[in-house]
C-alpha cells in the first residue's frame, strides 16, 4: 500500500534539492510534468496518490527511482531508467520472468483475477497499491515490474 506522507516528504525533499539557487514550487512542477497545479499540491499534502503515469513523469523528472519517490529505498539510484513499455506487455515479461500464471498472481498477491486479465489484454492499467503488491510478492523493484529497469 501506498505510504502517502512518506511519498510526500520524498516529494517534498526532491523538489527542494532540484534547483540549488531556489525550491521548485508547485506550479512550476505541475507545468514541468503537463498536471493540474492542484495534482502537485495534494500530492504535498498527503491527500492524493499519484496515477502510475504521474509516478513515471515524476520519477523521470528528478532523475530518481519510482522506489526512491515512494521510500521503499533509502537511497537514490542515479542512472537512466527506460521508458516504459506497454505496462499488458510488461506483465507478461514479469509472470515469465518468475514463472507464474495470471491466477497465481492473483491468488498470491491478494489482486481480483479480473483485474489481472484486464491488466494483460491492455483493457485497463493497475493501480500504484496494485504495482507495490506485485513488487513485494516478487521481492523486485517498482521500477521493474514497469519496466523501467531490466
Known amino acids: 500500500m501506498v505510504n502517502l506522507s512518506k511519498f510526500a516528504e520524498m516529494l517534498e525533499e526532491l523538489m527542494f534539492e532540484h534547483d540549488t539557487r531556489h525550491k521548485t514550487d508547485a506550479k ?3 507545468k514541468a510534468l503537463g498536471v493540474e497545479g492542484s495534482t502537485i499540491t495534494r500530492y504535498l ?4 496518490e499519484p496515477s502510475i503515469e504521474n509516478l513515471v513523469l515524476l520519477a523521470d523528472y528528478f ?4 522506489d526512491y519517490l515512494l521510500g521503499r529505498e533509502s537511497e537514490n ?4 531508467f527506460e521508458p516504459c ?9 514479469v509472470l515469465k520472468e ?14 481480483h483475477q479480473s483485474s489481472v486479465y484486464a491488466w494483460k489484454s491492455g483493457k ?10 506485485i ?12 519496466g523501467r529497469e531490466k
Do not use: H, W
Open 77 to 80: 539510484r542515479l542512472f537512466t
Open 45 to 48: 499534502r498527503s491527500e492524493r
Open 124 to 133: 485497463r492499467m493497475p493501480n500504484l497499491d496494485s504495482i507495490i503488491k
Open 63 to 66: 532523475k530518481c527511482s519510482a
Open 135 to 146: 513488487a513485494e510478492l516478487f521481492e523486485c523493484s517498482v521500477d521493474f515490474v514497469l
Open 85 to 93: 513499455p506497454p505496462f499488458s506487455e510488461q506483465l507478461v515479461k
Open 28 to 30: 512550476t512542477l505541475a
Open 98 to 111: 518468475y514463472g507464474y500464471t495470471c491466477y497465481r498472481l492473483s491468488s498470491d498477491a491478494k489482486i
